[in-house]
């Protein structure tokens, strides 16, 4: 009971900042895969902004807010891809 109300506050948070990043951002994509479809086994926000160089502090507030791990991810042309988990 325990690991299924750690989960579902996990993907509150998650769902919370992307709705977050899709309204105050240049996002271009955003996705929360479920636990067991990614690398890192738990509750993740990928996201795609656009046109950045580096990831601004909006971004960082919001993952901060909810209480997010910045996880290192590669920029690929005017793209700034961010990951974060629970």
Known sequence: MLRRKLSSEG???V???A??????????????P???ANQYDTWTLDT???DTEGIPPEVLRELA????????TPSQAEY???AATV
């Open 34 to 36: 479920v636990p067991r």
């Open 48 to 50: 795609v902004l656009r």
């Open 19 to 32: 709705r977050a990043l899709w309204e105050t951002v240049l996002t271009v994509a955003v996705n929360v």
């Open 15 to 17: 769902r919370r900042a």
């Open 65 to 72: 807010l909810v209480g997010l791990t910045l996880q290192p």
């Open 80 to 82: 700034q891809h961010v």
């Open 11 to 13: 993907r509150w948070r």
